[in-house]
Nanobody
Framework: VQLVESGGGLVQAGGSLRLSCAASGSTFSINAMGWYRQAPGKQRELVAAITSGGSTNYADSVKSRFTISRDNAKNKMYLQMNSLKAEDTAVYYC????????????WGQGTQVTVSS
């Protein structure tokens, strides 16, 4: 499974961005997908996750502002980010977890999101 993110950029505080993640390869094997982020000097953290059945969970810091969604037919995942804050600035990574013989955990290359205050 390969993952490619897009949609990052520079936005003012209070603005919105929509990230996309395109999956290719053995996408039938994907169970859960998620968005993680890593700010400079900080550990990578889970932002939001979604299962193949559509169940979602969010970090407390983004609840009510971010929405994760998934289009299984197009092998794509999205993160709609509204009311962005300076502290949302980070590199955002797409992640996929699944099973092909053994469990796997795949990462995209990351996309930069910068929120100016």
């Amino acid at each position: 499974v390969q993952l490619v993110e897009s949609g990052g950029g520079l936005v003012q505080a209070g603005g919105s961005l929509r990230l996309s993640c395109a999956a290719s390869g053995s996408t039938f094997s994907i169970n859960a997908m998620g968005w993680y982020r890593q700010a400079p000097g900080k550990q990578r953290e889970l932002v939001a996750a979604i299962t193949s059945g559509g169940s979602t969970n969010y970090a407390d810091s983004v609840k009510s502002r971010f929405t994760i969604s998934r289009d299984n037919a197009k092998n794509k995942m999205y993160l709609q980010m509204n009311s962005l804050k300076a502290e949302d600035t980070a590199v955002y990574y797409c992640n996929a977890a699944g099973l092909i013989g053994s469990y796997y955990f795949r990462w995209g290359q990351g996309t930069q999101v910068t929120v100016s205050s």
